[in-house]
């Protein structure tokens, strides 16, 4: 089982950047593909980027090149950087941990991103 940790949010105006950062122990962290998800008050959570161990990514299309996820197999650690932020970008991003044979989810805690416009 892996544990999650975010950090890196809070408050910026739109057209800024901010950096997320997932650090996660107590499992082979290479056996995960990662993610980020978000969720904005009143509406589900939705995916924002992916990255599996060889470092192929996904992204939801409203973020497609201006978010871009990274992971540091050696560090433990999956990094979202977000760039040209938006105020439809303001949510609760969470780390997303799945693992690749079992397929069982693993979150972290969330961390929030407030944009202003």
């Known amino acids: 089982q892996v544990q999650l940790v975010e950090s890196g949010g809070g408050l910026v105006q739109a057209g800024g950047s901010l950096r997320l950062s997932c650090a996660a122990s107590?499992?082979?962290?290479?056996?995960?593909?990662l993610g980020w998800y978000r969720q904005a008050p009143g509406k589900q959570r939705e995916l924002v980027a992916t990255?599996?161990?060889?470092?192929?990514?996904n992204y939801a299309d409203s973020v497609k090149g201006r978010f871009t996820i990274s992971r540091d197999n050696a560090k433990n650690t999956v990094n979202l950087q977000m760039n040209s932020l938006k105020p439809e970008d303001t949510a609760v991003y969470y780390c997303?941990?799945?693992?690749?044979?079992?397929?069982?989810?693993?979150w972290g805690q969330g961390t929030q991103v407030t944009v202003s416009s």
């Open positions: 990255i599996r161990s060889g470092g192929s990514t």
């Open positions: 997303n941990a799945q693992h690749v044979i079992t397929k069982l989810h693993y």
């Open positions: 107590g499992s082979i962290f290479s056996l995960y593909a």
